[in-house]
């Protein structure tokens, strides 16, 4: 529809460079001033446009901000993931997890099996501390840093459970390092035997929403495979992130 | 440019799918139809416009829902608001100083939007939903806009006092006592009206020459953190107020 390929012009347009003038937006989208005029006149009526900071000026209205926190609560985490989700269980064998935080833990609300899920501790609703596994730690590790002080000073003076580190200055540096890799790593702090590798997944905004990870025997994890499912973990990590509109910018 | 003219009918349409969309998530394309009442075969055409331009997506059980792009279109919309360039900042030091999730609303067609806000310590991305705007009648911007921007009288007469908790503020009576109590004090207390066991507290924003910049900035929480005395504060957010309104563009 030609009336609508001008429209998304004109907001392209306007999106890319904050305000602009009847001319400049005419000029940029190559259509007469006159019709321009007319199409700016009508999405002002239905507030996709607005009056700039000067006269002479608009801009993209207030339209886009309802409808993108609209969109954005609407996101629903767990179905933008599946299928990220699901490439991990097939490229690893394994069984993958999709966490998200609440307060100092992290929740899983997605699932999906694959090999030997007996000895797993985690399932959809289950929970553990942020400052242990894989995808717990990947998590804790990108939020912002005073956010991370927090959680793991209140942590350590928290009765889990389970069993956590007593050292607040060891997790940290921890932390560091999933930062420097980009994976958490996690062998037998959770369950004897049970190794996993989590990775962050982030929102459009580049900070840090959720945490996937696949967990299982760590012969299976960390033996013959181990820098290969990590590649997978990681790879399957910025699939979900994208899926939720990630341009590829971290920020904490 | 008159703005009461009726827009183009393409314009006016498309703007009603992306309404309906944006309020439902994913519908089908005969759904989508039956809402903005416009016949199927219109409907089809525009709706393969706005797919084919990236606004619109079909998933996979046929229906519809939109694009990812009005993500990225809200930030644009955002940074184009040049005069609240400096929002984030503000927003994230008075998150730093409280601990409470901050929001910066406008005034837009008689309603208090939230154009910025900053997640408070320790909230979850689970438990949190920013507003995206409220009747004036409800929450701390509200009541905020009411004391410093409208002619009470005037909306009194105009508006319905929707009831979105047991605590919202429906009779015009008490809505006129509180807005005058905020003109009083210079804040507006929300206390559970727009959610339980939710507490908000406002203040104005002026703009160069102390004028009222139609805007508020708030911040809001579970009312037991609020405590008491959630008036503590008002400092903080007076400072926020401040620096959001010296750092205004002037005409």
Redesign the interface.
């Known amino acids: 529809?030609e009336?609508?390929?001008k429209?998304?012009a004109i907001?392209s347009y306007?999106?890319?460079v904050?305000?602009s003038t009847v001319s400049a937006v005419a000029q940029h989208v190559d259509e007469p001033v006159s019709s321009v005029?007319?199409?700016?006149?009508?999405?002002?009526?239905?507030?996709?446009v607005s009056a700039?900071?000067?006269r002479g000026l608009y801009?993209?209205?207030?339209?886009?901000?309802?409808?993108?926190?609209?969109?954005?609560?609407?996101i629903d985490i767990r179905e933008r993931a599946l299928p990220a989700l699901r490439r991990a269980v097939e490229e690893t064998g394994q069984t993958a997890f999709l966490c998200?935080?609440?307060?100092l833990r992290a929740?899983c609300i997605e699932r999906v099996a694959g090999g030997d899920v007996r000895s797993l501790a985690l399932w959809v609703g289950g929970t553990l501390p942020l400052v242990i596994g894989g995808a717990p730690r990947a998590l804790l590790a990108y939020l912002p840093e005073?956010?991370v002080r927090?959680v793991v000073e209140r942590s350590t003076a928290e009765k889990f459970a389970e069993a956590i580190p007593a050292d607040a200055r060891a997790i940290r540096v921890n932390l560091e390092a999933v930062r420097t890799s980009g994976v958490s790593v996690s062998e037998g702090d959770v369950t004897p035997g049970v190794a996993a590798v989590g990775a962050p997944v982030f929102n459009?905004?580049g900070e840090v929403?959720?945490a996937l990870s696949v967990s299982g025997v760590r012969e299976n994890i960390l033996g013959e495979r181990r820098s290969a499912v990590i590649e997978s973990v990681r790879s399957c990590a910025s699939e979900a992130s994208r899926a939720?509109?990630w341009?590829g910018e971290v920020v904490r | 440019?008159?703005?009461k003219?009726?827009?183009?009918k393409?314009?006016?349409k498309?703007?009603d799918v992306?309404?309906v969309l944006?309020?439902e998530?994913a519908l089908t394309p005969s759904e989508v139809a039956a809402r903005v009442r416009m016949p199927r075969s219109s409907v089809y055409?525009?709706v393969?416009?706005?797919v084919?331009?990236?606004?619109v997506e079909p998933i996979a059980d046929g229906r519809l829902?939109?694009s990812?792009r009005?993500?990225?279109?809200?930030?644009?919309?955002?940074?184009?608001?040049?005069?609240w360039r400096h929002a984030d900042e503000v927003l994230e030091r008075l998150v730093?100083q409280t601990g409470q999730t901050s929001y910066l609303s406008?005034l837009?067609d008689e309603r208090a939007?939230?154009?910025e806000w900053r997640r408070g310590?320790?909230v979850?991305?689970?438990a949190f939903?920013?507003g995206?705007?409220l009747p004036l009648s409800a929450g701390a911007a509200g009541r905020v806009m009411l004391a410093y921007g409208v002619d009470i009288d005037a909306y009194l007469a105009r508006a319905s006092l929707p009831r979105l908790t047991p605590y919202t503020v429906t009779d015009p009576v008490e809505l006129k006592r509180q807005v005058a109590l905020t003109r009083e004090r210079g804040y507006a207390l929300s206390h559970q009206d727009v959610s339980a066991g939710i507490t908000a507290i406002g203040v104005p924003i002026f703009g160069p020459n102390r004028v009222f910049a139609s805007a508020c900035v708030s911040i809001g929480g579970l009312s037991r953190a609020f405590g008491d005395d959630p008036e503590r504060f008002a400092p903080a957010l007076r400072a926020a107020a401040d620096q959001l309104g010296a750092s205004m563009?002037t005409?």
């Open positions: 529809m009336m609508v390929d429209v998304e907001v306007l999106a890319l904050g305000e005029y007319r199409l700016l006149s009508s999405l002002v009526r239905v507030g996709w700039g900071t000067r801009r993209l209205g207030l339209f886009f901000l309802r409808v993108g926190v609209q969109v954005e609560n609407g998200v935080r609440h307060d929740v005073e956010e927090d459009h905004r929403q959720a939720l509109g341009q | 440019m008159s703005p003219a009726a827009p183009m393409v314009v006016a498309a703007s992306i309404d944006a309020a998530g055409r525009l393969d416009g706005l084919a331009v990236g606004l829902r939109l990812l009005w993500l990225g279109l809200a930030d644009a919309a955002r940074r184009g608001l040049r005069e730093e406008l837009v939007v939230c154009i310590r320790g979850d991305v689970l939903k920013p995206l705007s563009l005409d």
